[in-house]
């Protein structure tokens, strides 16, 4: 899906450019935006650990964690009445200067998206059908005979690592979630042995390989059933995608990438 909706790096990346847009638009209004987004760390594409964490080098440093958990989120102070009133466009004019039909906010999504007409609302209606199909492509495949028989393999290769678990290949990383076992993010010796065996048998049982060819059979049978539906989406997704990355080029002379 991915030429259909935002990966999460990308979706950091949305919330960066719709900042420098609201900070420019308050500007107009003698306001200023303290508001920052917090440290990106998450997956940076929609296929990173979405069947675990092949990457053995990944393990080796990280673990079970994802890098840049560590970051502590920026201080930043919520806007004041008189701002929240230009970012919502809950009133029509301050202090006789016309405010953007919706406020800033509205004013910054439609410069990301390129419609004129966009809303929250219609925005997120236009994401809902890759992100349905995501998750149903997900969740479908990983009941298949195919999926469950790899699954089986990593089990049985975690086992002769010394590791017990079912045939789950999120059941490793899942027994780390206790707070009282990870407090804060930093893997111990033992997270680091145990994620790095979870990588070595997710790429000898076959079952990221094997789980990502079923999903794509699967959003491609689907795709081809409105190929109009699935063009405009794309399209959209692609002028929101372009114009995020022309805005953050703009005003801060750089994009960074995955």
């Known amino acids: 899906m991915e030429d259909y909706m935002p990966s999460p790096w990308q979706i950091h990346e949305e919330g960066q450019a719709r900042d420098v847009l609201i900070r420019a638009c308050l500007k107009r209004f003698g306001m200023t ?14 296929l990173e650990r979405r069947y675990g964490e092949p990457n053995v080098a990944m393990a080796q440093r990280y673990g079970y964690w994802m890098p840049g958990s560590d970051k502590q989120p920026p201080d930043s102070n919520p806007p004041n009445e008189a701002e929240t009133r230009v970012l919502t466009g809950s009133v029509a004019t301050y202090r006789g200067k016309a405010i953007p039909h919706g406020g800033c906010a509205s004013e ?3 410069r990301l998206d390129g419609r004129p007409d966009v809303t929250p609302a219609t925005y997120a209606h236009a994401l809902s059908a890759a992100n349905t199909m995501e998750m149903q492509s997900w969740e479908t495949t990983r009941k298949a005979a195919l999926v469950r028989q790899a699954e089986k393999r990593w089990s049985a290769c975690m086992k002769a690592r010394g590791h017990s678990f079912p045939a789950d290949i999120f059941s490793a990383g899942d027994s780390l979630n206790s707070p009282d076992i990870r407090p804060r993010p930093a ?6 042995a145990l994620a790095v065996a979870d990588a070595q048998c997710l790429n000898d049982s076959g079952v990221v390989k094997t789980w990502y060819a079923l999903e794509v059979r699967y959003q491609e049978k689907a795709i081809s ?34």
């Open 33 to 46: 935006y303290s508001q920052e987004q917090t440290p990106f760390a998450g997956p940076r594409t929609l």
């Open 108 to 110: 910054a999504l439609r």
């Open 187 to 192: 893997p111990g010796s033992k997270e680091i």
């Open 225 to 258: 059933g409105d190929r109009q539906k699935w063009a405009q989406i794309r399209e959209q997704f692609r002028t929101h995608t372009a114009n995020t990355r022309e805005v953050l080029r703009t005003h801060s002379g750089r994009t960074d990438s995955p």
